[in-house]
């Protein structure tokens, strides 16, 4: 569903290996990153609308530069991604589990447990989950890297496979077991 910022937005797309994904960003930062979808309208549909004007991106946002950046993380280089997110997005919860999120190092993964302490509400790992399932940057905020308390794959906005298939593309070994053990669990952990 779209969400309508109050702002203007300026929208572009690119082809992955994994499929088309679109960013969005205002002269605050970026306000959205797509998981890869099927067809290009399908990733235009999952960005925010503007209300005015195409902005100019903020100072550190070189927008075909992060698109080639996506590209070639879909085709397994690593990147980094250090370009500026809209910091007005979310509560001082989220941005601080966003933050922590992502400083995840690719090629490792977190549990829900593990951010809720290092933003320091150590009861928080629902939280953390529902933080996770907001999070309008993926792959720019790692949430694929998070994963149950027994290292079981749980929620993901992209699906379970896609999920897998991101950490085994950054070389986390990730077991059949994991992704349908993920499916059991009630809690995020």
């Not at 989950?129 to 794959?153: E, F, K, Y």
């Amino acid at each position: 569903m779209k969400r309508n910022t109050g702002r203007a937005v300026g929208i572009a797309t690119c082809q992955t290996a994994f499929g088309w994904v679109g960013v969005a960003w205002s002269e605050l930062g970026l306000e959205a990153i797509t998981l890869p979808s099927a067809t290009e309208p399908e990733a235009l549909g999952r960005l925010p609308e503007s209300s005015g004007p195409l902005p100019e991106p903020p100072k550190g946002l070189d927008v075909p530069a992060l698109l080639d950046k996506l590209r070639r993380y879909f085709e397994g280089e690593p990147v980094t991604f250090d370009e500026p997110l809209n910091p007005a997005v979310g509560t001082d919860f989220q941005r601080r589990v966003w933050l922590l999120t992502r400083e995840i190092p690719r090629g490792e993964t977190r549990t829900y447990g593990q951010l809720a302490r290092m933003a320091g509400s150590a009861d928080a790992a629902r939280a953390v989950g529902q933080t996770m399932a907001r999070n309008p940057w993926p792959i720019l905020v790692p949430c694929h890297r998070v994963v149950g308390s027994d290292g079981s794959l749980t929620g993901f906005g992209g699906g379970m496979a896609m999920k897998r298939r991101m950490l085994r593309l950054e070389g986390v070994p990730v077991a059949e077991q994991q992704l349908l053990s993920g499916f059991k669990l009630d809690a995020p952990g």
